[in-house]
C-alpha cells in the first residue's frame, strides 16, 4: 500500500508540475491582447510616417514649381518697353485703358516677356481655381525657369512620351497632378496689401500726379496638385514678390 501510494503521490506532483510549466487561457488571452496593440501601434507609426513623409514630398515640389516661375520672370519688367507698356489711348479715359497682359503674337510662354502677361497664366491641366483668380490664358504645364514643360519621369528616370497619332511623333507627358497660376495686381504705392484697378492713375487738379504704369505690381504664384482627375485642385504652396517702379 504504501509503494502505491508514493508513485500516486509522484504522478500527481508531475501533473501539477506540468500544469505549471504551461499557460492558463487567461494568460494567452492576455498575450494575444499585448502583441496585437504592439502590432498595431506599430503600423499606425508606418502610416503615419508615410503620410508625412507624402505631405513633405509635395511641399517640396509645390515650392520648386513655384520658384521655376519666379526664376523665370526675374528679368520682366513691370510692362512691356517695346509695346508702349499700359496706357489710355485717349489721355485720362479710363474705358480706352490700353496694354494689360500678353502683346498680339505672344502665344507662347517663350513670347512672354513683362510682368502684366503673366496675370491670369495657368500652366497645367487644372480648371477649379482659388477665390479670385481668373484665368485668362492656358499653357502646356507645369513649366521650369526655361519656359520648358517638365516632363513626367518614370520609375527607371526616362522621360514618359506618347505618340498622338498625326505624324509629329513622340511627344513629352507633362508632369502629371501639378499646375503653376500666376496673378498680377497693380498695388498702392503706400500700401503694398492694397490692390487697385489696373487702369487707376493719380491726378489733382487735371493734372497727372502718377501716370498709370508707375505703380508697384505684386506677382502671386500659386501652385496646385490635383492627385484625383476628378477631384478637386488644391492649393499646395504660394509666393508672392512685389515689384517697384524702376
Known amino acids: 500500500m504504501r509503494t502505491h501510494s508514493s508513485a500516486s503521490q509522484r504522478s500527481a506532483r508531475q501533473v501539477r508540475g506540468l500544469a505549471g510549466s504551461g499557460f492558463t487561457l487567461l494568460e494567452t488571452a492576455l498575450t494575444t491582447v499585448i502583441i496585437g496593440v504592439g502590432v498595431l501601434a ?3 507609426a508606418q502610416q503615419a510616417f508615410l503620410e508625412r513623409n507624402t505631405w513633405s514630398t509635395q ?26 507698356g499700359i496706357y489710355f ?6 474705358a480706352t485703358f490700353a496694354g494689360w497682359g500678353p502683346e498680339n503674337g505672344e502665344v507662347v510662354v517663350v513670347d512672354l516677356d513683362d510682368l502684366d502677361d503673366l496675370d491670369g497664366a495657368v500652366f497645367g491641366d487644372a480648371t477649379d481655381f ?19 514643360v517638365i516632363p513626367e519621369t518614370l520609375y527607371d528616370g526616362t522621360t514618359e512620351t506618347f505618340d498622338p497619332g498625326d505624324g509629329t511623333g513622340e511627344q ?16 498702392d504705392p503706400y500700401d ?10 493719380d491726378s489733382i487738379a487735371g493734372i497727372v500726379s502718377r501716370a498709370v504704369d508707375r ?16 477631384g478637386d485642385a488644391s492649393e499646395s504652396t504660394s509666393i508672392s514678390w512685389v515689384v517697384l517702379p524702376e
Open 130 to 148: 482659388p477665390t479670385g483668380f481668373t484665368l485668362t490664358q492656358r499653357y502646356a504645364g507645369p513649366i521650369n525657369a526655361f519656359g520648358d
Open 42 to 44: 506599430v503600423m499606425e
Open 192 to 201: 503694398l496689401s492694397t490692390v487697385v484697378p489696373n487702369e487707376t492713375e
Open 215 to 230: 505703380y508697384p505690381v505684386r506677382v502671386t504664384v500659386s501652385v496646385l496638385f490635383q492627385d484625383d482627375p476628378a
Open 59 to 84: 511641399a517640396s515640389t509645390a515650392t520648386y514649381l513655384a520658384n521655376e516661375i519666379r526664376e523665370m520672370s526675374e528679368g520682366f519688367p513691370r510692362h512691356d518697353r517695346f509695346a508702349g
Open 172 to 187: 513629352i507627358v507633362p508632369m502629371r497632378n501639378w499646375t503653376q497660376i500666376v496673378q498680377v495686381e497693380k498695388v
Open 89 to 94: 489711348a485717349t489721355a485720362g479715359d479710363p
